[in-house]
Every structure is written in structure tokens, then in C-alpha cells.
């Protein structure tokens, strides 16, 4: 019996690229490199944001010596409007409200600083639709490192056959299969059901509310 679903967050509950582009365009033109297309950061994003702005500035072959500097910029922006342009995707709320009606505990891992993941889960969701979200934070190791999943797993006090893991990338998948979980890959988020299954994703959907169907039937 499935008593926990452990879901991302961007990609997968929230849609983010045009928030994430907005802010990473607004950031690379202040510090003068030309502004990336939005589609392009569906591949650039998912390993947290230090990760992100160094792959941005690798896209434009900018290499400068300040990007600590560029990354607190990117991270304030972002953080001042976290908003922005930021919306569920279809069914996500049908869905968590059918998880909740049997039963089902609700996780979000992000590998969003904890902080913005927080506010932006308290903007999206009303008050107990999710039982915990977390993001990154100091000295707990960013997806697909399990660190922050077996933390979780113990919080809920649930074994791994009790669990399932719902992300879009396959950092997702690999974070499932790191820490012994069952995956759900799903298709309306940042990457293609290529990635998902060359991944390993135990399922592929590109329907939300068949979350909800896996953990009652599984």
C-alpha cells in the first residue's frame, strides 16, 4: 500500500520555464551575455541553480571570473517576484486532492533553494493539500543524491514499497532509483519520454491524475 508520493517540484506540480527564463535572461543581460531562448533552459535546468547559471554562461561561452556575483544576482531577482509567470500544471490539484481524500501523504523535493521552493508551495497549494516541501539547503546534497529522500521517508516514518517518487528529468529518475523507489516519469514537464525511459522511469505518464490512480492500485 502506497502511504507517501515524493514529487518534484519544477516540471513536474509547477510550471516554471518562462519564470526561470525571465529571471536567467534578466540576469545574463545585466552582466552583458545575450539572453538564451526559453525552450533551451528545459535542458539546462533541474541541478539546482549554481548549476544553472554556469551552464547558461557555458551556453553563451561566457566564462568570467565573478559568477558567485552572477548567481547571488540571479538567485535576488529571482527571489523578489518567485511568482512571476508561475502556475500549476493541468490536473495537478484534482489530482493531490484524490491523494489526500485516501489517504496518501504529499512530499516536494526540489533542488530549488528551500526558501522560494516554500513560498512558491505556499502561493500554489492551500494549507495542508502538501504535507512537506523541501528544497536545497546547506550541507544536504542536491538531487539525485537519496540524502533528501530517505530524510523524508523517515519524517513519514514509511519503507521504501510505501513510497512512490514522481518527477520530469531524469536526475529524477536516478534520484528514485538511488534511494530504492519506485518512479513515475511524466511528459507534460521540461524533458521527452526518451530521457524518462533511457532513465529507467518504472512508468511514463501524461496524465496527472493517473498518480493518483499508481498509488491506489499499486
Known amino acids: 500500500m502506497i502511504k507517501l508520493c515524493i514529487f518534484d517540484m519544477d516540471g513536474t506540480l509547477v510550471n516554471t520555464i518562462d519564470t526561470i527564463a525571465h ?4 540576469t545574463l543581460e545585466h552582466f552583458g551575455v545575450e539572453a538564451i531562448p ?9 541541478n539546482g541553480s549554481r548549476v544553472l547559471v554556469e551552464r547558461m554562461l557555458a551556453f553563451r561561452n561566457a566564462s568570467p571570473d565573478n559568477i558567485d556575483e552572477i548567481h547571488k544576482w540571479y538567485m535576488n531577482v529571482y527571489d523578489n517576484d518567485f511568482m512571476y509567470l508561475t502556475e500549476l500544471y493541468p490536473g495537478i490539484s484534482d ?3 484524490e491523494l489526500k481524500k485516501n489517504g496518501v501523504k504529499t512530499a516536494i523535493l526540489s533542488n530549488k533553494d528551500d526558501a ?7 502561493q500554489l497549494f492551500e494549507e495542508g493539500t502538501v504535507d512537506l516541501c523541501l528544497g536545497a539547503r546547506p550541507g544536504v546534497a542536491l538531487k539525485p543524491d537519496p540524502q533528501a529522500v530517505f530524510e523524508i521517508m523517515e519524517r513519514f516514518g514509511v519503507k521504501l514499497e510505501e513510497c512512490l517518487y514522481i518527477g520530469d ?4 529518475i536516478s534520484t528514485a532509483k538511488n534511494a530504492g523507489l519506485f518512479s513515475i516519469g511524466v ?3 521540461f524533458r521527452d519520454e526518451a530521457e524518462l525511459k533511457n532513465a529507467g522511469a518504472d512508468v511514463i505518464i501524461n496524465d ?3 498518480i493518483a490512480d499508481c498509488a491506489k492500485n499499486k
Not at 526559453?38 to 533541474?46: A, D, M
Not at 522560494?116 to 505556499?122: F, G, L, P, Y
Not at 528529468?169 to 529524477?172: E, R
Request: no cysteine; aromatic share 10%.
Open 169 to 172: 528529468t531524469a536526475t529524477d
Open 208 to 210: 496527472a491524475m493517473k
Open 38 to 46: 526559453t525552450e533551451t533552459y528545459k535542458t539546462l535546468v533541474g
Open 187 to 189: 511528459l507534460w514537464g
Open 116 to 122: 522560494t521552493a516554500k513560498k512558491v508551495a505556499e
Open 95 to 97: 489530482m493531490l486532492a
Open 23 to 26: 529571471f536567467a535572461n534578466t
